[in-house]
């Protein structure tokens, strides 16, 4: 059966909204039928580039527009709830930029809409649709790495500042959303330190260790003040691990065949024979779709088949319960805070 | 005035002995009298490739030779403050490996009698004798960086698992001594985290958060399970920042005249309006002197002069310090511990 | 005075014609008139993207249009001598993309129309219009590098292979121009020496060098067969060195205070004391405007002033007779070819 | 059956000397008899670390002391020869550094008296004993690349200029001694480039590009003077491709599978259908066996098994003629010179 094009409505035009609109212009199973913004400037460029699409300065008439089947949410995360609600409450699918919302319950609220009213909810959580992170979770699926022992994520930047949001909120939640996954076993605790150096208030370094009941666990290490941009993820397991480089233009990822056990013997306990395993590098052939590419046509998907998206509410809910967790282990001086259920 | 070349015991032939014996067997104003291991291996290895050096298989005939001036120790962690203490009570000169013992008492108790028997106590803290972290203390000294804002160390390895160490009294001194070495303010409190994967017991990753007064922060970041070896510090500033690499094979400083900034006004300080720079990177030209040549250099000139060396007791002190601290947070679940002055 | 935009054609929609019209379309003094391609499916693309714009499928009905004032030419480089002459014989200002036409003979009557008519012909060396090359330039001129020793390319890919063109006429006058712009002596003769490995006919891998009288020579090494990609250029002089790497993402030019040089000595000219020096390494900061806007921007201002361009017809017959000696040389075994003044 | 250790003179103890030195006096099967150098102060170091080895000032006493089983000649380049043909007259074995001799003669002669005298002569091109090469030698038996296209190295370096000899003669015997050993084929015609920039005569930089009747060619670029240390080498193959950069602390070899090839099919001939393969990079592991200890080890094991060395007379004076009809084509303004059998 062949679907007619979804129409999709496009809500925020800033950084992130013109890459939706190319994105969802391009494809034959959807329609940009209308893009919202404040901004006068920013809806001339849409009408220069896109004169077919209609514009409006307003949110509330393209949630109202008969005609258009989804939304794509683009705005200032605190908008995020908000939109997100009314949409799915006119019964509009929704793709809704990371984070999702700005609390747990409001996150909660957006699922149980999405579930009353049978919309599609996705969370932009366009990291795991890269070519690099479907690899791993491929491999990591296929046992190649062996038990997961560690992960382990360094974001730095410079000169994403903002006024309205810690690095916390606005990078972890990359990580978080790659952890979870690439990883099946959930979070148990989390541990956050985060500092101010420029700004008054919003912290531009911060620290996340995450805990796993099974010994495994995950780190992650953001900020927005580094001279050097760096997107580094290590996974460690039994058999391989895993270097993740995202600044690396051609070369993501890279597979190790080497590193350490111990020797399996009959023999004392307390005898420590760490075997060291010198090994291959492997750097994988990476497809070079664009991930927000792939992410779309998922989101498409989901609607005309009714599937639930890999990054569904539940995934945008988790990211924000462990940012919400390490806010309050930062309150409370770094305390492991426990991971609500 | 011409010294006599000062005698020199060294204990201990293992990893780093054969280092210590081949640069004071090349200076003109040390001579090694005498090896001692346990290991007639290690000492038929003395004899053929030194001849001249008295090999023997106990310590203790060093510590009581009185034509040794000074002794170097070399011998696993544990050994490390009784060695040292006789040394000193003997009257020896003493260059003990790091760390310097395995509690903060024992290290005030070697402090205390080196002082007393008026001897040069010095901890081989290598790393601060590098023409890189040479190079980076004058920066800082001659305001380059501006006001510091933090230093973050990465120190990934794959391969040396100890049976008696945790990674953290393995690795992390290497940074302690360079974040001590580098800036004058003293911390304050420490949070550490670490994991078990492979061995029954040692920590083979640990994370180190360092606070301090004035809001500088010092982050660590040790494995023994990495697949790549990382050893990168970055030091923000105000003005510029740094990015030391030490597994570069000569580029390992690079300084970034690069950075964020909050506009001055005389507005509102509710006002945000970061500013990015974007400038220069300079890789300044560094000396090949050998570190460990440079601290040898150091240990007989401050025997022949009397004077203080840079990483005197009280450097390997603080160290422990915040080893011991680390170690407790860990104990009391990722909590902050102070550090007692 | 504001001038009034200027009304572009651009013909050939391939490869590089959607750069053009992007770039011309971005601007507010040109407006891009009208795309020819024979391609329908391409001009399908143009009318997707800017419906405002025309549509033809041939070249001519763009040159004959009266309210057309430039053209674009970027069609295969077999057609670049017969489309530029027709344009220019009505009286278009010509950019056409390199080479700018197949032969010396070819070039120079394209010379001669462009002045017989004053009109602008410029040649599309978008290289010599990076900030790469503007920095490197400025260098010299400024005499940062002392005199000139050598320039050394190296631009190997994988996958350009073409049926109509040797790798010597599709990717060394990027070298060329780059050569020509930088330094101001004229090349004497060139060597030449290519292979084929894979197709029937068109040389796959081919080296050239190109003698000047001073000593100064330069040095190309091109190929379509490599497994990296390399953009490697080398320029030495007698107080500094540049190393401009075009594949890194941000860091391309790094200016080298090290050298070599013979001491100065009122003594024997036999001896032989060369002193190095080891210095700094300079990466400079490079504004990110993209190369094609910079060109196209110089474009019309030389049509609007009435001035010459850099990369004028002069410097792209320039380029053709260095390829034609190199081609001649290659047919006689590699020997050295005079170049024609 | 177990060898007495062989007895050896090393003559020369410069730059390379103390390796020689070094490796050979680490082994059981073989002793360091004595060490000749003219300089008193190498002798003197020799002594230093060496007291069992006896220190001559003249190499002839070493030649005619008859406990000495096989010598290794570490002078300069234009006493090579002298010494090699007195050795190989008393009697002794002789590995000799590279290059053998300066001309194709006396390298004839050497190898004409090796074989009356029934001694090894061995040259040390050590390159051919990395781990690395022998890795890529292997793949290249095992028809991992497929058939072979071209071999392609760069060797640039500051400060290794020399007073007696070009770069040609000091840094291409590396690579033509890689080519020899890793190419079944043999070379037909040499054509070379160099030039004079700094000193009065010896060429400081040169290209050389050898043929092969199957199409097969190869090409080397030497530098003294360049501002970066590049070691680059590249081999092309139909199925797979080899980066080899020794510069690169661990990771030398790289196996890209991917490349060109041209679509087989009964049609047209002069249809051009290019197949671009995109796969894998592997990097093997390579043991870290110092080369020189391969090398050393082989030497030995050739004298007491009476075989051939792999890198044999023949193959030094294959260099040479290279080498030879190198300068012959500089003379002849880079014609190409025809390789004598």
Aim: glycine share 6%; proline share 4%; charged share 20%.
């Amino acid at each position: 059966m062949r679907h007619s094009p979804l129409r999709i409505g496009v809500i925020g035009y800033g950084y992130w909204g013109p890459n939706l609109v190319r994105n969802f212009h391009a494809r034959l199973d959807a329609e940009v039928a209308a893009v919202a913004d404040v901004d006068e400037q920013k809806l001339a460029q849409v009408h220069l580039h896109y004169p077919s699409i209609q514009c409006v300065s307003d949110a509330i008439s393209i949630l109202h527009d008969p005609r258009i089947d989804a939304v794509a949410i683009a705005t200032p995360p605190s908008t995020h709830f908000a939109l997100a609600r009314k949409a799915l409450e006119i019964g509009k699918h929704v793709l809704v930029e990371k984070p999702m919302a700005m609390t747990s319950i409001e996150a909660q609220a957006l699922i149980g809409l999405a579930r009353a009213r049978k919309r599609i909810l996705m969370v932009g959580h366009t990291f795991i649709y890269t070519s690099s992170v479907q690899k791993i979770r491929s491999l990591i699926e296929n046992g190649e790495l062996g038990d997961l022992y560690y992960i382990d994520s360094v974001r730095f930047n410079l000169g994403l500042l903002q006024g309205d949001a810690s690095v916390l909120w606005d990078l972890a939640p990359h990580d978080l959303s790659i952890f979870l996954y690439l990883v099946d076993e959930r979070p148990t605790a989390v541990q956050a330190f985060g500092q101010v150096h420029i700004g008054a208030e919003k912290k531009e370094i911060a620290t996340v260790t995450i805990r796993y009941e099974s010994g495994f666990h995950a780190h992650i290490h953001v900020s927005w003040i580094s001279p050097v941009k760096i997107r580094l993820t290590l996974i460690g397991g039994s058999r391989k691990m895993i270097v993740y480089d995202d600044v690396e233009p051609t070369e993501k990822v890279r597979i190790y065949d080497k590193g350490v056990s111990l020797k399996e013997s009959g023999e004392s306990v307390t005898a420590f024979n760490p075997i060291y395993r010198a090994g291959d590098v492997l750097i994988p052939a990476l497809d070079r779709r664009e991930a927000l590419e792939r992410e779309i046509s998922h989101f498409l998907n989901c609607i005309q088949m009714g599937v639930t998206p890999l990054s569904d509410g539940e995934s945008g809910l988790a990211v924000i319960r462990i940012l919400e967790a390490a806010e309050m282990s930062m309150a409370q001086n770094g305390a492991f805070v426990p991971l609500s259920r």
